[in-house]
């Protein structure tokens, strides 16, 4: 991987929602990341955390409260009419219910074509033709199906022409906000797969959110882990899976079911009482901390700050380095 060619850069990101006289929501709170050209980052966290808020404000779809993103080097909040339609070609969403994100009023052919025309892409209706059918292929779906409605097609398949839509305009930012969710299990490896590979065919840099850790894995080159607006641990995949440091991020990993019955059984699970607390008027100290198994003193009074621990891992939690000792006495075990 090219680490060297920053494609989205998010400083001190901030996007508050304003929902009544003395009430905001910090959905997204002081949040900063960098993506490579060709990676995929991994954002993660319970419902609410503010990961829609987050990726759909480093797109541009959302102004932002404070702070600032530069797409390969372009402050996306600054963009004139022009430069926010030229974005929309390089920049494409995948969402996550595709029920309601693709038009059933449509043909299949239709909504996939629809970016290539507002950008001017193709030349003829036989072009055009050609070219959805080509997608739809890529996508793993019959090119016949561009004639039919999207109410014909199963959860999985629909997703495939909601990424089929997003690759009409050969972007080359993807934003999958929750693309699996929706899903039945046993084809949310197969989406997976597929958006693997034509990552890697097309040179793509993304986003792929989830609210799990489950199948982020099988995506990710890194994954950052979000709790009410901040980001609270960012890691290399591998080193994430392997050596969590904040408590939460440990609680998430253990919520993921082992498929091995014996070890399924027997190994102590990290339950997470109740939901993650609201956003709206969050105090000082660490916002994990009303459910953190670990919390002192320090951590009700002290917000943490997102801070390199080691090579490529960054933990925003006061006792880090316990967490570090107590990982590295399991791997001694
Ligand atoms: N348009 C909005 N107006 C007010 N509050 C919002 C809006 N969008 C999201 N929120 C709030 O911001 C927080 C983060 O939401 P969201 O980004 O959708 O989280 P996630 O995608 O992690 O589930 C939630 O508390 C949510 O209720
Ligand atoms: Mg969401």
């Known amino acids: 991987m090219n680490r060297q060619n920053p494609i989205l850069e998010v400083k001190h990101l901030k996007k508050y929602f304003q929902i009544g006289p003395k009430k905001v929501v910090k959905a997204v709170d002081d949040v900063s990341f960098t993506i490579y050209e060709g990676e995929t980052l991994g954002i993660v966290g319970e419902s609410g955390c503010g990961k829609t808020t987050c990726g759909r404000t480093c797109v541009g779809v959302y102004d932002k409260t404070d702070g600032q993103v530069l797409y390969k080097g372009k402050d996306i909040h600054k963009l004139n009419a022009a430069g926010r339609k030229e974005l929309t070609k390089h920049v494409q969403m995948i969402f996550q219910d595709p029920y309601s994100s693709l038009d059933p009023r449509l043909k299949v052919h239709d909504i996939v074509a629809e970016g290539m025309r507002i950008h001017k892409l193709t030349m003829s209706k036989e072009q055009e033709r050609q070219a959805v059918q080509d997608l739809l292929r890529q996508v793993g779906l019959n090119p016949e199906h561009a004639s039919r409605y999207v109410h014909e097609f199963s959860g999985g398949q629909r997703q495939r022409i909601g990424i089929a839509r997003a690759l ?92 091995n019955p014996d070890i399924e059984e027997t190994r102590d699970r990290i339950q997470l009482d109740g939901e993650a607390p609201s956003p709206v008027n969050v105090k000082e100290g660490c916002r994990f901390c009303t459910r ?42």
């Open 292 to 333: 953190c198994r670990f919390a002192e003193d320090i951590c009700k009074s002290k917000t943490p700050q997102l801070q390199v621990v080691r090579e490529n891992h960054l933990v925003a939690c006061h006792l880090y380095e316990q967490k570090m000792d107590e990982n590295q006495e399991k791997k001694d075990a």
């Open 168 to 259: 009409a305009v050969n972007p080359e930012f993807l934003l999958c906000d929750e693309p699996i969710s929706a899903l039945d299990v046993s084809v949310q490896a197969q989406v997976v797969n597929l958006l693997v590979e034509l990552q890697k065919e097309r040179g793509l840099t993304s986003i792929f959110i989830a609210h799990d850790l489950s199948m982020v894995k099988y995506i990710s080159d890194r994954v950052g882990v979000m709790y009410l607006g901040n980001m609270v641990e960012l890691a290399e995949t591998e080193e994430l899976y392997s050596n969590p440091l904040h408590p939460y991020t440990e609680a998430l990993l253990s919520a993921i079911p082992i498929p």
